[in-house]
């Protein structure tokens, strides 16, 4: 019979394995210069992975509201 922490775990299991599913995927590759301007992003950016946008381009992106 499972007590109240176990089934605790198990929410929280469920909401983190729900949670990591819809979190952004960055296995693409990034870009070497930026979609919007076409600054260099740099490359402690770039290791992300996915990054099309340079820190200000993506900051305007943000405050527009995707």
């Known amino acids: 019979m499972a007590d109240e922490a176990?089934?605790?775990?198990?929410?929280?299991?469920?909401?983190?394995?729900?949670?990591?599913?819809?979190?952004?995927?960055?296995?693409?590759?990034?870009?070497?210069?930026?979609?919007?301007?076409?600054?260099?992003?740099?490359?402690?950016r770039q290791a992300v992975g996915g990054v099309t946008l340079c820190v200000d381009c993506q900051s305007v992106f943000e405050r527009r509201g995707r």
Not at 27 to 39: I, N, V
Request: proline share 8%; glycine share 2%.
């Open 6 to 44: 176990d089934r605790a775990n198990d929410y929280v299991d469920l909401t983190l394995a729900h949670c990591l599913s819809r979190a952004p995927k960055f296995d693409k590759p990034s870009l070497t210069e930026c979609m919007e301007c076409g600054e260099d992003i740099p490359a402690r």
